[in-house]
């Protein structure tokens, strides 16, 4: 049994991925488009340089002994030795140096476990309850439709080059385990008159701006999930945003058409096809059950320790004699040693017996009851996990945050840990709060699923007599069902350090309260006192000391250094730039208005003048895409000339304007009058075609070409500390060489004569330096190369 | 990126430069360079583009080291007396730059060898001393389309310009060679040591300027300088079209009935 068959044409895509590596390593591919290559095959480079994260499709959060073994064989072999369990129920394997990423995917496909769409515009892995199929309160079991629906799509050409990711989930029933108004499309599995069918949901999604879906179709028939995301999958192809990555996700489209243009455009695709029975899925089936035989002796324990993990961790199927079995990984890492013990004790209970969850934990099912002492020896000697805790602790949920994340604030693994170690020097009974949700994420980006938290926080910055030290936002009271989910609310905020105390006061009064019965449930405790108690606390621990007196307060848990701008927002600068396009853009049509208005009364200057600045602001218009900036007049017909013209992407007809244009000769602008309306003409054509990766296309749809724009998220990172002058410019400059226009590059130079000599000599070389920052010592000095 | 460590280090100087660059430093490496004359001239442009890391240095000269060439010719040293020039001009550079391939032609520069010779090179840098070497050397860089810097030093004057097809060549500004003993050789009127330093660097800068790419060369320009007063002077030279179709029968001067 696998849980997705991988597309029949990867082994051939393979084969040129493997020449792209290749082309790469020896520098004939540059990064940015390596980059477009890689990450829809799953391959994310890390933070450190030359260092690469490898998604795995788990569908349904489905994963066979078999495979899992897998997984950390390769992680082991290439990687840090870790697989790593995500928030979005699959697994990824870490630290892989680039000549092991094609061996990695190799081995991976072998057992049929597939990368590709594991980043990129495209379908990413499709979710469903990690009970599904064994909970006694599912209206049926949902794995089936996620898996159908997974092989389907990414057998899909058109599946992998979409506006932006698309999310889909699976819920069992209206409680909405899967959070289906928390992301692009969701379905809620219903029963009408006796048929399976789903109710749908369109258009949420969490990150910086959280929208909560909508309800697109109370009731499709069970045959019809794929005519449904089809038709979404195509419209989102055809309507969505290709040009601001800031909203290009399916809300937006929502946000911008409101309901009933949505509605239209919906309805365009899916009446076409949602009467044809051919496209209905093949569902697979699952069987939850134990194997027939199983060749391993039954253990039996009668300790206490082994009341106490079945009470927290153990939980009876609606198949009678069959149990599920979470287990609480620490962050979400299985180390090698973990990861051998398990799969070998769970190659004896068949395929089915493996689902990873939400909150980054293992979930194992169809375990049958005399192994339950088997189970326990083998999951107690674990080496690396939260077993022994009260589950609340294992349940909550961090992102990776700004050790490894470009656009992290703080750090909640850090949090997450000194939350753990304050709460078990407590006598709080965290048994009494097993599914409580604390969620955090270490800026406002919702990888930590802050807010869908019970009790949630976000990063921040907070500053003290112009100190930065870390600090986060305080939200509480998400609601998750279907048709009801409303997102955690904001009451507070607090430095970094105050968290645990925090936590551990507030759960004090609530786990109090919930033994006593006090309030019928969270949402009643929050309103009648949880919130006002937030905010008290939040009062009580709102003073940070001056920096002299204590500088822990500055540095994030389980930072080295204290916090630092450099860490954050280095992604947020290209939304400027495109305000920028859009500028010259409004001119030219402004200025187009204006000349049109011009009569024969007007005197030959005052065209003159207006063709100049449409000409000028033409040809400005796009160097922004390939990652230009012009700082001169002359600078932009030459950049041009040099970047459009010459590479095809505008025809050489508009040549002889640029010198016309570079000089502002006006003696020659009315002559050149409709070359110049044409080249305007040309060059919003271009803009209008050009999709979400900025790649230009020709109105006939071909892409013509891929625009060198350095990606503002990502740049090389050479560390000159302990190069002495001038051979830390020296080095610098070699790599500067190196890279495409636009493309950034971050140096670590020391302070001092370093940090004094070498940014103003790469300026005087023309490049622009984008940000220094003092780190502890050093300096973090990134440039944008001319 | 082909630099290996040491040598970031050791062309850092140029690396530096605006202009230059690992890329510029990347073509002097890969660049082949030829110097007709291991002389006044030849000494230091073989010293100075050694030094800059030009990958392939060819050396042609058919001379012996003479105690009369060390007050000017300073690649060659005092127990250098009686060796080819060349060899102790190969072993100077290599001490200077190990990175240099230095091939040696212990020959004269002749019509019948020249076209061969000019082949394997990119410029060709002419330190000879005599009229007939000069306008042989303008005419067979001219045939192979070879650019190349001319030089010329007598007494404290010197006199430097640079071809490249297209642009004015040597014959541009001097149609044939003066007649025989019509100009005093070194030999006979001195020369001043030091102007052959300056000359020749001159040609050295024009020779990498052109490897590189970089800022205006000496092109339909002739430089002048005294260096008795110490003047320099461009002077303008049109290209004309001489149509050079072929080497002369002969490259003696001329006699000068007159004088004789």
């Known amino acids: 049994m696998k849980f997705y068959e991988p597309s029949t044409v990867l082994n051939s895509e393979l084969d040129t991925f493997q020449a792209d590596i290749q082309a790469f390593i020896t520098g004939e591919l540059d990064p940015i488009k390596f980059k477009a290559f890689r990450v829809a095959h799953g391959v994310y480079e890390q933070r450190q340089p030359d260092t690469y994260m490898i998604r795995i499709r788990c569908a349904a959060g489905g994963i066979t002994p078999t495979q899992l073994r897998r997984a950390s064989d390769v992680a082991e072999a290439y990687g840090s030795g870790e697989v790593h369990f995500t928030t979005r129920q699959e697994i990824q394997v870490h630290d892989v140096r680039i000549e092991g990423v094609m061996p990695v995917i190799r081995e991976l496909l072998a057992v049929g476990l597939s990368t590709r769409g594991g980043g990129g515009n495209t379908i990413r892995n499709i979710l469903t309850p990690p009970d599904s199929g064994v909970h006694p309160d599912d209206v049926f079991d949902v794995d089936p439709y996620a898996m159908a629906l997974t092989t389907r799509m990414i057998h899909e050409d058109d599946s992998w080059n979409l506006p932006r990711k698309l999310k889909i989930n699976f819920s069992t029933n209206a409680s ?123 253990v039996s324990v009668t300790t206490e320790a082994f009341e106490l993990w079945k009470k927290r961790y153990v939980v009876p199927q609606k198949q009678p004699g069959l149990y599920t079995i979470k287990i609480p990984l620490q962050l979400g890492d299985l180390i090698r040693e973990d990861a051998v013990a398990l799969t070998d004790f769970l190659s004896h209970f068949g395929d089915n017996c493996i689902r990873c969850d939400r909150a980054q934990n293992m979930r194992l099912r169809n ?39 470009k656009l992290g604030i703080c750090l909640p693994r850090g949090l997450s840990t000194a939350i753990r170690n304050t709460l078990s020097d407590t006598t709080l009974d965290l048994d009494a709060i097993p599914e409580f949700r604390l969620n955090m994420s270490g800026c406002p980006n919702t990888c930590g699923m802050h807010h869908i938290a019970d009790l949630g926080f976000f990063g921040k910055v907070g500053r003290k007599d112009g100190n930065m030290y870390p600090a986060y936002n305080v939200l509480a009271g998400a609601k998750t069902g279907a048709g009801t ?61 001056a920096l002299e007196e204590d500088d822990r307060f500055y540095t994030d848990f389980g930072a080295k250094n204290r916090l630092s701008l450099d860490e954050i927002g280095t992604a947020e600068c290209s939304a400027g730039l495109f305000d920028m396009l859009d500028f010259d853009k409004k001119m030219i049509k402004k200025y187009s208005a204006d000349l049109a208005k011009t009569d024969s009364e007007a005197t030959e200057s005052e065209p003159a003048t207006l063709l100049g600045l449409i000409l000028f602001h033409s040809v400005r218009m796009l160097l922004v895409t390939r990652g230009l900036d012009a700082k001169t007049h002359e600078q932009a017909f030459d950049f041009f000339d040099k970047h459009f013209i010459t590479t095809g992407l505008v025809d050489e007809r508009f040549r002889p304007l640029m010198p016309i244009g570079r000089a502002n000769d006006m003696t020659k602008m009315v ?87 070498v940014p103003n000599s790469v300026q005087m070389e023309g490049h622009t330096i984008v940000s220094k920052t003092p780190v502890d010592g050093y300096w973090e000095v990134l440039i944008q190369k001319a | 990126m082909n630099l290996n460590d040491e040598q970031v280090e050791r062309y850092s100087r140029h690396i530096i430069l605006q ?128 650019p190349f810097s001319h030089g010329g030093i007598l007494r404290f004057d010197g006199q430097t310009m640079t071809h490249v097809p297209g642009t004015a060549s040597y014959r541009c ?44 060369l000496l092109t339909n320009r002739l430089l002048i300088f005294d260096a008795l007063r110490m003047r320099f002077r461009t002077v303008r030279v049109k290209p004309s079209e001489l149509g050079i179709q072929g080497f002369r029968d002969s490259y003696d001067p001329p006699v000068c009935e007159l004088r004789r």
């Open chain 1, 176 to 298: 909405d385990q899967s959070y289906t108004q928390a992301t692009c499309l969701g379905f809620v599995a219903m029963e009408q008159n006796g048929q399976r069918g789903f109710a749908v949901y369109v258009g949420g999604g969490m990150g910086a701006k959280p929208m909560v879906g909508h309800l697109l179709l109370p009731f499709i028939p069970d045959t019809r999930v794929y005519h449904v995301a089809r038709a979404i999958k195509v419209m989102f192809d055809k309507h969505g945003n290709r040009r601001s990555k800031y909203s290009s996700r399916l809300k937006f489209l929502w946000k911008k058409l409101e309901r009933d243009g949505f509605l239209n455009i919906f309805y365009e695709e899916y009446n076409k096809i949602k009467a044809d029975d051919t496209l209905n899925l093949v569902l697979p089936t699952v069987h939850n059950g134990a194997p027939e035989t199983i060749s391993l002796p039954p």
């Open chain 1, 485 to 545: 989910t409303a997102y955690a609310e904001r009451y507070g905020e607090l430095p970094a350090h105050y968290i645990p105390a925090f936590v551990r006061d507030f759960l004090k009064v609530y786990i109090d309260d919930k033994k006593a019965g006090t309030y019928a449930d969270y949402h009643t405790f929050l309103q009648e006192k949880g919130i006002a108690l937030i905010q008290s606390l939040c009062d009580t621990y709102k003073e940070v000391p």
């Open chain 1, 367 to 405: 375990i049958p009851e005399a192994y339950l002492g088997n189970a326990f020896t083998v999951i107690d000697g674990l080496k690396q996990t939260l077993v022994r805790h009260a589950a609340f602790v294992g349940n909550m949920i961090n992102c990776t945050g700004a050790q490894t994340c």
């Open chain 2, 19 to 146: 202009g230059v660059g690992g890329e510029g430093q990347e073509k002097l490496l890969a660049a082949k360079i030829l110097i007709i004359g291991a002389g006044g001239l030849g000494a230091p442009v073989a010293l100075y583009l050694a030094a800059a890391g030009v990958g392939t240095i060819g050396i042609i000269d058919a001379d012996v080291v003479d105690i009369s060439n060390l007050q000017r010719q300073v690649i060659h040293f005092t127990p250098d007396i009686g060796r080819p020039k060349v060899e102790s001009a190969k072993e100077k550079m290599n001490a200077i730059n190990p990175d240099v391939r230095v091939v040696t032609y212990n020959e004269l520069f002749t019509k019948n060898n020249a076209l061969d010779i000019l082949a394997n090179y990119d410029f060709v840098v002419d330190g000879t001393d005599s009229f007939s070497a000069k306008f042989l050397i303008n005419d067979a860089c001219v045939l192979a389309k070879k």
């Open chain 1, 671 to 757: 002559a050149n009058t409709d070359a110049i309306l044409d080249l305007a003409k040309t060059v919003n054509a271009l803009y209008e075609n050009m999709d979400d990766s900025l790649r230009f296309k020709s109105p006939s749809g071909d892409t013509i070409i891929e625009a060198a724009v350095a990606s503002d998220d990502t740049h090389t990172v050479k560390d000159f500390r302990g190069v002495a002058c001038p051979m830390n410019f020296v080095k610098t400059k070699l790599v500067l060489e190196t890279l495409k226009t636009g493309a950034r590059l971050m140096v670590l130079l020391d302070d001092g004569a370093p940090i004094q000599n």
């Open chain 2, 173 to 216: 500004v001097f149609k044939e060679p003066p007649p025989a003993n019509a100009v005093p050789t070194c030999s006979q009127a001195g020369v001043f040591g030091a102007v052959a330093g300056m000359l020749g660097t001159i040609q050295a800068a024009e020779a990498i300027r052109y490897i590189v790419g970089v800022g205006e």
